[in-house]
C-alpha cells in the first residue's frame, strides 16, 4: 500500500513570495490533515477536511494560507505571502473514518519550508 | 496554551535497559492518548493508544499507561534497542466533532549500544 505523498520535500523563499505543497493521501482515505511542525515542536493541525469538506480550520492563519481538497482526493495547502515564522515542516497526514475508536492518522515525509 | 506537555526534550538510555517517556495533559475531556514515533526526514508513525477509560496497554515491547487523575501518561519501552532512538511525540485526541489531535513538544530518546 503507497503511503502518503507529498512535494515539494523542501523549498526555499523569500519572505512576501508565495508558495504551495501538494498532498496526495492513502487510497480511500476521507480525512486528510494538514500540520505545522515549527522547530522543537509538535505538529500543529491547520486544517482537516473529510472528503471535500472542511471539518476544522480554526488554526489557520486564514489572511495567508489557503487550502483546497477538490474531488476529495489530493490537496494543496498555499502561503502567500510568506512571513519568516511561517518557516517549518507541512505534514500531511490521512485517515480512515472507520466510527468509533481511534482512526490512524498516517503522516507524509513533510515539506521543509525556510523563508529568508 | 500547551494542552499536551513533554517536559523532557531529551533522554538517554542503555541499550537493554527500560526507557520511559512521560506526558502531562490538562484537558480532561480528551478521550485517546497516543504516541508516535519520528525519525529524521520522515513523517511521524502511530506506536500505540490508549483509549481514556483504560489505564494500560501493551503491544510487543511497548507499554503505555494511563493516570487520568494526575492526567499523567507514560511510555515504556522494555528492552530498548538501538533503533528505538527517534523522537517520540505524545498526543491527545479530543473528544469534540472534528476529533483533532493536540500534540507535544517531543522528546528525543537515544539509545546506546
Known amino acids: 500500500e503507497a503511503g502518503v505523498a507529498q512535494s515539494p520535500r523542501y523549498k526555499i523563499i523569500e519572505k512576501r513570495q508565495s508558495v504551495a505543497f501538494w498532498c496526495n493521501p492513502i487510497s480511500g482515505h476521507a480525512t486528510l490533515y494538514w500540520y505545522q511542525q515549527i522547530l522543537g515542536q509538535g505538529p500543529k493541525l491547520l486544517i482537516q477536511f473529510q472528503n471535500n469538506g472542511v471539518v476544522d480550520d480554526s488554526q489557520l492563519p486564514k489572511d495567508r494560507f489557503s487550502a483546497e481538497r477538490l474531488k476529495g482526493v489530493d490537496s494543496t495547502l498555499k502561503i502567500q505571502p510568506a512571513k519568516l515564522e511561517d518557516s517549518a515542516v507541512y505534514l500531511c497526514?490521512?485517515?480512515?473514518?472507520?466510527?468509533?475508536?481511534?482512526?490512524?492518522?498516517?503522516f507524509g515525509p513533510g515539506t521543509r519550508l525556510t523563508v529568508l | 496554551d500547551q494542552q499536551v506537555k513533554q517536559n523532557s526534550p531529551s533522554l538517554s538510555v542503555q541499550e537493554g535497559r527500560i526507557s520511559i517517556l512521560n506526558c502531562d495533559y490538562t484537558?480532561?475531556?480528551?478521550?485517546?492518548f497516543l504516541w508516535y514515533k519520528k525519525y529524521p526526514a520522515e513523517g511521524p508513525t502511530f506506536l500505540i493508544s490508549?483509549?481514556?477509560?483504560?489505564d494500560k496497554n501493551e503491544d510487543g515491547r511497548f507499554t503505555v499507561f494511563l493516570n487520568k487523575s494526575a492526567k499523567h501518561l507514560s511510555l515504556h519501552i522494555v528492552p530498548s534497542q538501538p533503533g528505538d532512538s527517534a523522537v517520540y511525540f505524545c498526543a491527545a485526541r479530543g473528544s469534540g466533532s472534528a476529533r483533532q489531535l493536540t500534540f507535544g513538544s517531543g522528546t528525543q530518546l537515544t539509545v546506546l549500544p
Open positions: 484537558n480532561s475531556m480528551f478521550d485517546y
Open positions: 490508549i483509549s481514556s477509560i483504560k
Open positions: 497526514a490521512s485517515s480512515l473514518d472507520l466510527g468509533g475508536g481511534y482512526n490512524e492518522q498516517f
